[in-house]
């Protein structure tokens, strides 16, 4: 759910290179490619520093079991919006399941997990840069991008699907080609007199820490797959619904192939134990070896591609305060914008937001990214939690569209990917900094649910 607009402005660009082509919707296969592009982010390439750091190898594992519980997510989702297409997505559905209170409570939550993801953008792209300037603060480098990040929007720049599509080659390229070059130090290509002796080869026990660290550290490895429930909110633009199952599988499995693979090789070039949050693990990867300037283009490739997200996703996050403030559920000037077509009402609330979080940034520097993504994590996981429950309840009123897609194993998958849910939720419990973020995070919805019951006047109230 990283950036739900952004990607449908992606399928939007991809359709327009269709009919030009003269042809129709999405092939299967090119939802997929949107989708793998726009879930892999900072969450991964920072984020699975905290996960290696907490669980050892085993999250080779971990890796696994979120893929089959987003393939759970997606389908769920996907049958919903081809059998009962709606603007508000999952907010919609969760409305018609559950009333109202339980769309904008799920709304506010969409929005607050991006803006969360944002700041965990912000600080991941800021721990990036330090790996040049090791004696900058953090909060310094986190006012640059988010400055930089306000300033390409409020500029109304145009196209943001082109350049997701163009970003989204890049971040896939960069993992190819790590595995590439993991490949040729695992069949001996690369000689040992190019290593530096850190290089490790081979990978130890798996569970160093117990069954217990790879409890732990599944917020963070479901954290990497964030934005599935957008692919599964287009998957009607495809051009032939029937396709929709050849496109998830086609995502998970390619997904999971990349990010499963390109761990593998960073714990067989360095040991586990020498990798933290403060470095992205494929930089300390890369940083064993001797071959001149290596790790430092990585680390450029990693930041543009995360910048990319950063920027896409505050462009996204002023557009759903936007699509809130429509439906009466933000305050109505929310959804004013200027003749350049900006949410600048939208993009100061999302700044206050992000204001507090560089704050915290500076107040907590050695914390801060692993509260933000907690927070984030369990946030989207609960909007996660959310879609599957919709779907146990709305599917059987999809009955009677018979030859429409219908979800894989329902209803076991969706009660399966709630208890999973649920199980990852629980071992937040058994890390310090988790259990802070999981607070954190359930303390805000709780504020969302009471500002529903205090400000929220009824649907009827707004002409609904």
């Avoid at 693990?281 to 071959?291: D, G, H, K």
């Avoid at 910048?307 to 959804?335: C, E, H, N, Q, Y």
């Avoid at 500076?362 to 996660?384: D, R």
Wanted: net charge positive; charged share 10%; hydrophobic share 50%.
């Amino acid at each position: 759910m990283k950036h739900h607009l952004l990607v449908k402005q992606a399928v939007k660009h991809r359709q327009q290179k269709q009919i030009e082509k003269g042809k129709g919707n999405l092939h299967w296969w090119q939802l997929s490619l949107i989708g793998i592009g726009s879930i892999i982010g900072a969450g991964f390439f920072l984020g699975t520093g905290l996960s290696i750091k907490t669980a050892g190898p085993s999250i080779l594992f971990g890796y696994l079991i979120a893929g089959l519980t987003t393939f759970f997510v997606f389908s769920a989702l996907a049958e919903m919006t081809i059998n009962d297409p709606s603007p508000g997505s999952f907010r919609a559905y969760a409305t018609k399941a559950f009333g109202h209170a339980a769309g904008f409570t799920s709304g506010w939550m969409y929005w607050l997990s991006g803006v969360l993801i944002m700041s965990s953008e912000i600080v991941a792209l800021s721990t990036f840069t330090q790996f040049w300037f090791s004696h900058i603060p953090l909060w310094i480098f986190s006012i640059i991008y988010a400055a930089l990040g306000f300033g390409i929007n409020l500029l109304g720049v145009q196209n943001f699907g082109k350049i997701e599509s163009m970003f989204a080659t890049v971040k896939i390229a960069t993992l190819v080609s790590f595995i590439g070059f993991g490949a040729l130090f695992l069949l001996g290509a690369i000689s040992p007199g190019e290593m530096d002796t850190a290089v490790q080869t081979g990978i130890g026990g798996f569970f160093p820490h117990g069954l217990e660290g790879l409890w732990a550290a599944m917020i963070f490895i479901f954290f990497s797959f964030g934005g599935i429930a957008v692919v599964g909110v287009t998957a009607s633009e495809l051009d032939h619904k029937r396709d929709i199952s050849k496109s998830g599988i086609g995502l998970i499995i390619t997904l999971v192939t990349l990010y499963v693979l390109s761990l593998f090789f960073v714990l067989w070039m360095v040991d586990w134990s020498e990798i933290n949050e403060s470095e992205s693990p494929f930089v300390t990867a890369l940083s064993a070896f001797r071959i001149p300037y290596l790790d430092s283009i990585f680390n450029i490739i990693i930041i543009s591609a995360a910048f990319s997200t950063m920027v896409g996703a505050l462009f996204s996050i002023s557009r759903v305060m936007v699509s809130l403030a429509k439906d009466g559920d933000a305050p109505s000037k929310v959804k004013q914008k200027n003749s350049r077509d900006v949410a600048v009402y939208a993009l100061l609330i999302t700044a206050i937001g992000l204001a507090v979080s560089i704050l915290f940034s500076y107040l907590l520097p050695g914390s801060m990214y692993e509260y933000v993504t907690t927070s984030a994590g369990v946030i989207l996981i609960l909007n996660w939690g959310m879609i599957l429950a919709s779907h146990l309840k709305l599917h059987p009123t999809y009955q009677e569209n018979q030859g429409t897609f219908k979800a894989f194993g329902y209803p076991y998958t969706s009660y399966l990917g709630l208890v999973l849910i649920l199980i990852v939720l629980a071992g937040a419990l058994f890390h310090a900094g988790e259990r802070i973020g999981l607070f954190i995070s359930v303390g805000l919805i709780v504020v969302i649910f009471v500002c529903y019951k205090v400000f929220r006047k009824s649907p009827q109230d707004h002409g609904a």
